[in-house]
């Protein structure tokens, strides 16, 4: 039996969890329903598409890759947006940072496709 992978449900679920445990006095628990749900069902489709095409356990690690990347340039934007200095301010702008995440997600695809077995998906 294969063992199914499950650390990408868990990295999807972090920025839902995240801002609830900031607001956790203003939040009700039943309001954490929807937008976990949400976060899931955006990474099914993407991760589904990818199994079919590259194997479980490299779409595993490509989606938990890219959720990765996204978390982390959300928090990076949102420091330089609200730094003191001025002058680093302009960090922020979504042409200096997607280029640098960019290459980086896709320097990170190559490293993870190149140290795994390649298993193609089998038809019967």
Known sequence: ???????????ALFPVLFIFLDNINEIPLNDLFLPLVTAVL?????????????????????????IFIIIIFAYTRSGFIYHEILDLRILASNYILIPIFLASSIAGNISSNSSLPINPPSLA
């Open 42 to 66: 955006i990474l099914i489709i993407p991760w589904g598409i990818l199994t079919y095409f590259i194997g479980q356990k490299r779409s595993a690690l490509i989606s938990t890759l890219f």
């Open 1 to 11: 039996m294969k063992q199914l992978s499950y650390h990408h449900f868990i990295y």
